[in-house]
């Protein structure tokens, strides 16, 4: 099936707008990252091709926050895996040719944000005796933020380690959009919000029972929900340029 560019474009227009009307302006960036769970409850919505579908509704979000043309990819399960980025060359069978590879597994988040965390976030040199005694943080900003799109769809079975690196990631320029499809009740993701000992607010959660039913509309109303403040708390926590 051929790749409909004049819908691409027409979504990545509509997610422009949702910018320019939340304050960031047109013209900010963000290196997009999708992060795809790949346990065995998530087999169905591979097969029927929702998750290829909901890949081909992501890209244009990252389209229009970075002219790079691609959005980083990863899957995970108790494991990650860093796949090839999504692009427009290869958006038409993406799913069933990188992460339909990899075999099904448990449903373990801090691996692959920790991975994040290493990859994506930067520090300055190591602070000198006497700034620590000052209690002075040289870590440099990120040059721009990371938008990490997480969709999943049960609880995992790591959560003191993903409380500790979402606590870590929060004096760091990276915002972690958790979105969990189907009937779970998400009781982890739900309580996210009073996560203590962060520096901010960094993460933000919705559900979606049938992401074939959800709209376009309403997808990237979501994800543009709490992006927004975010975005502009960090750069005045210097955390991003």
Excluded: C
């Excluded at 690196?165 to 779970?184: A, C, N, P, T, Y």
């Amino acid at each position: 099936m051929s790749i409909n560019l004049e819908k691409i474009n027409l979504q990545k227009e509509s997610i422009i707008n949702l910018k320019k009307a939340s304050g960031i302006g047109a013209r900010s960036i963000a290196q997009v990252v999708l992060v795809t769970d790949r346990s065995g409850s998530m087999s169905h919505l591979y097969k029927d091709g929702t998750v290829q579908r909901t890949v081909e509704r992501i890209l244009p979000f990252g389209l229009a926050f970075d002219d790079n043309g691609e959005v980083d990819s990863y899957a995970f399960h108790n494991k990650y895996y860093e796949l090839e980025p999504i692009t427009l060359n290869n958006l038409n069978g993406y799913v069933p040719n990188h992460l339909g590879k990899i075999h099904y597994g448990g449903t373990s988040y801090a691996p692959v944000l920790k991975e994040i965390n290493r990859k994506y976030t930067k520090n300055s040199s190591k602070k000198s005796l006497l700034d620590v005694f000052r209690g002075v943080s040289n870590d440099s900003p990120m040059d721009y933020p990371v938008y990490v799109i997480f969709i999943t769809d049960g609880e995992n079975d790591d959560k003191a380690e993903t409380d500790e690196i979402i606590r870590e990631l929060s004096s760091k320029g990276v915002f972690i959009q958790f979105i969990g499809v189907g009937s779970d009740n998400f009781k982890y993701l739900n309580n996210l919000d009073n996560l203590s000992g962060r520096k901010l607010d960094n993460v933000n959660f919705f559900r979606i029972d049938d992401l074939n039913e959800f709209s376009d509309d309403q997808l990237y109303s979501g994800l543009m929900m709490e992006y927004p403040d975010w975005y502009k708390q960090a750069i005045n926590e210097n955390f991003i340029k």
